[in-house]
């Protein structure tokens, strides 16, 4: 039995060391004095300098987190609404509602970036149609269509941790709201959202970090002036090894895991 647990303990640690080791170089090197990535010339911040000095970056990371935040409010929206009337009303074909909404978190990225792709071209032609007769703006790839399409790969997992709260609340607490003179809407504002917050926090800052992260969705739907940070990162990456993407990619690695941190955090209050 010793050997067994030692032998798990081992595979474990070699697994832990593949997956994190790579990060651990990366955020290492981001403070190489050299400008080869790959050798070593002391400790230096000159690359963190240098990336506050980087314009296209910054508007990158400007851009990002806009859609983020949009992102973030939208979901948080949708999943919480969507969550509560799925809790609180029965109606045909609930169950099969319910696994469509499931479905942007398990369908491939790849296949989801073709799909919303081929959507925004479908519908930009009679939508510039009817926007010409209005106005000279027009409907493209951009702020709005990378939005849209984080939004809907985002708001089931806030819709996921307001259902997994619900699962848990007494159904007479509404009901007691009301009996003492608060309308439904007044009832569920004051009553319902606060003992849903915890799980609410939780989705909006998994909604966050994956819409920071996004990159394969994102390549699809984005257009010329709305280049987010991960885009930008992987345009980069292409040209060759750059010193000043090790210190942007600890940068963002090193907010993306406060974010899960406090995002899992936050999830177990709804325990």
């Not at 990366?26 to 010339?41: D, M, P, R, T």
């Not at 269509?145 to 709260?165: G, M």
């Not at 990456?237 to 936050?266: E, H, I, M, Q, Y």
């Amino acid at each position: 039995m010793e050997l067994v647990n030692l032998l798990c303990a081992g595979w474990s640690g070699v697994v832990f060391l593949f997956l994190y080791l790579p990060i651990v170089l990366l955020v290492v090197y981001s403070f190489n004095a050299s400008e080869l990535s790959i050798i070593w010339g002391g400790f230096s911040f000159e690359w963190y300098e240098k990336l506050w000095n980087n314009g296209p970056l910054i508007d990158a990371t400007k851009n990002s987190l806009i859609i983020a935040a949009v992102t973030t409010v939208l979901s948080v929206v949708l999943g919480t609404v969507g969550a509560w009337l799925l809790y609180r009303y029965k109606f045909p074909a609930l169950r099969a509602l319910g696994t469509l909404i499931f479905i942007p978190m398990v369908i491939p990225e790849v296949i989801m970036g073709v799909s919303m792709l081929i959507l925004f071209t479908v519908v930009a032609v009679p939508l510039n149609a009817w926007l010409g007769t209005f106005t000279e703006a027009e409907f493209a790839r951009g702020f709005a269509t990378i939005i849209i399409a984080h939004t809907t790969f985002c708001f089931p997992f806030v819709l996921v941790a307001v259902q997994a709260r619900l699962a848990g609340v007494d159904p007479f607490i509404e009901e007691a709201a009301m009996d003492l003179g608060a309308p439904p809407l007044k009832a569920f504002w004051l009553v319902m959202v606060p003992y849903l917050l915890p799980a609410i926090v939780s989705g909006a800052l998994m909604s966050f970090t994956l819409s920071m992260d996004e990159v394969i969705v994102t390549f699809f739907v984005t257009g010329p002036e709305s280049q987010t940070l991960p885009l930008k990162i992987f345009g980069l990456a292409k040209k060759g090894l750059d010193p000043s993407l090790n210190a942007v990619s600890a940068v963002f690695v090193l907010a993306t895991a406060v974010l899960v941190v406090v995002s899992d955090r936050v999830r177990k209050l709804n325990r």
